[in-house]
């Protein structure tokens, strides 16, 4: 006699065939979150539906004169870029020096766990001052130009030799005949 393992979508609790691989959710923020993070197991489609539902924000820590600790926000990035009157937000970000470290541990998570996983679908091939990673070259690769167009933000051309050279496309620009400058 065999068993079968049956998983369930913690979202739905529709059935996820065997064949599909369950997309894992890891919930960082929300207000009924206990000591940390906790996971949850949905159907890819749902995961999908979840990443076109959301928000695009900038989470800000203020540190206020008198303050002990920093209070952490998320806002609108629209309306946190309509903050920026005398040049653009962008402008202000590139040019902005890295944030201090602070000795005192902020919003509960460690400096590394805060960090934006740029090797996911998500942040994968978006502008950012740090290391592209292998996992990061491999989604640019096949599959982020599409994602990156569908929100806005400028997409990764074979012909720019910047990144070409930044997200290791040489062999696939010689393959499809494109000429970097």
């Not at 065997?18 to 959710?25: G, H, K, L, M, S």
């Amino acid at each position: 006699m065999g068993q079968k393992t049956v998983r369930f979508s913690d979202l739905s609790g529709e059935i996820i065939p065997q064949d599909d691989a369950a997309a894992r959710i890891v919930i960082h923020e929300h207000p009924e979150l206990g000591d940390g993070p906790v996971e949850i197991e949905v159907l890819p489609d749902e995961a999908r539906a979840i990443e076109k539902a959301a928000l695009r924000v900038a989470v800000i820590d203020l540190y206020l004169p008198g303050d002990d600790e920093p209070r952490r926000v998320a806002m609108d990035v629209d309306s946190f870029d309509k903050l920026a009157t005398d040049q653009a937000m962008t402008e202000i970000i590139v040019s902005a020096r890295p944030a201090r470290r602070s000795s005192r541990a902020t919003g509960g998570g460690s400096a590394r766990g805060d960090r934006i996983d740029y090797a996911s679908m998500a942040y994968a091939g978006k502008p950012h001052k740090g290391r592209i990673t292998d996992g990061e070259k491999q989604l640019v690769r096949d599959q982020i130009n599409e994602h990156l167009a569908e929100q806005g933000i400028r997409t990764i051309s074979l012909a720019d030799g910047e990144h070409v050279e930044r997200y290791g496309l040489e062999e696939l620009a010689r393959s499809r005949g494109a000429e970097p400058g």
